[in-house]
Nanobody, 127 residues
């Protein structure tokens, strides 16, 4: 089992920045591909960004490309999401997720590819 705990959410004005963190425990963090997802009220959970085992491979959805940066620190068992130039449409509950991988070139994009999920952290962007 992998336990994931997100933090760093909050209320921010449009154009502002936030950095989300996701701390993992229970298994070797560097063996897991990681992703950030978000879910707005009345909408399905959608992929935001994903990262491979070493951080060398990343994926971003079109809606956040150029504004968000995903990164990981395997020594600290922590995943990050730096969010800049925030927009009201970024308002959602943000979740981190983990999936066991054996190939450092793989990045998992789909929600169905993840086995472990955090409880989520609320991000609200005011206009």
């Amino acid at each position: 089992q992998v336990q994931l705990v997100e933090s760093g959410g909050g209320l921010v004005q449009a154009g502002g920045s936030l950095r989300l963190s996701c701390t993992a425990s229970g298994r070797t963090f560097s063996n897991y591909g990681m992703g950030w997802f978000r879910q707005a009220p009345g909408k399905e959970r959608e992929s935001v960004a994903a990262i491979g085992l070493t951080g060398g491979r990343t994926y971003y959805s079109d809606s956040v490309k150029g504004r968000f940066t995903i990164s990981r620190d395997n020594a600290k068992n922590t995943l990050y999401l730096q969010m800049n130039s925030l927009k009201p449409e970024d308002t959602a509950v943000y979740y981190c997720a983990a999936t066991r991988l054996w190939d450092s070139l793989v990045v998992v994009r789909s929600r169905q590819g993840y086995d472990y999920w955090g409880q989520g952290t609320q991000v609200t962007v005011s206009s």
